[in-house]
């Protein structure tokens, strides 16, 4: 008996679904763009109601950082693999957020967990932005890691068996986890 699904190469699989979601992703955000209001400028004055909080310098335009998020949100589904650093092999946490700063910005991540927590500068919860870099676990020794994607979500691989997903950091799961953040 001859099945069809022989003939499929489930990496190109996998490579297809990526680009459509990324393709899809992006023309929505393009069509919602353009309804959108213009940005609000900020006082010149600061409020008293709410402390002003310091923005730290990011290497990212806005723009790109909307890239690199969709980009990774495309990936969502691709299978955790210890040491995989792309789509067709699967994505360990910091083989995924390697495999998504190198695609989208040129720019070359440490690939591990332990490296990536002195990578660019720590930003607090207050000043975090698309395309921040979350890391789990105690500030000197973090165990995982994933990309923000705004709205309180981030995208990661977490575990063997699994896939790359999309979660909350208020989820009673991750919100219990010490979180430091780092600003490529």
């Known amino acids: 008996m001859f099945y069809f699904s022989e003939l499929i190469d489930y990496r190109l699989l996998i490579k297809i679904r990526s680009k459509l979601a990324l393709s899809l992703l992006t023309v929505l955000i ?3 763009s ?3 209001t213009a940005p609000i400028q900020p006082s010149l004055y600061p409020s008293t109601a709410h402390p002003a909080v310091t923005e730290l310098p990011n290497t990212l ?12 949100l495309g990936l969502v589904g691709t299978p955790y693999k210890w040491g ?13 957020i390697a495999y998504v700063y190198q695609s989208q910005t040129g720019v070359k991540s440490p690939r591990t967990v332990a490296a990536l927590k002195n990578w660019g500068h720590e930003v607090t919860r207050q000043q975090l932005r698309t395309g921040d870099i979350l890391l789990f676990g105690p500030a000197n020794e ?14 990661h691989a977490p ?4 896939t790359v997903r999309l979660n909350k950091l208020t989820t009673t799961y ?3 986890k ?7």
């Open 142 to 155: 973090p165990s995982h890691a994933g990309i923000y994607v705004g709205e309180d979500r981030f995208v």
């Open 159 to 162: 575990s063997t068996g699994g």
């Open 61 to 72: 335009s806005a723009e790109k950082a909307q890239g690199l998020a969709l980009y990774a």
């Open 178 to 184: 010490e979180l430091s953040i780092r600003r490529p």
């Open 30 to 32: 393009a069509a919602l």
């Open 174 to 176: 991750w919100k219990e």
């Open 84 to 96: 995989g650093n792309t789509p067709e092999s699967g994505f360990d946490c910091s083989g995924l």
């Open 34 to 36: 353009a309804c959108s």
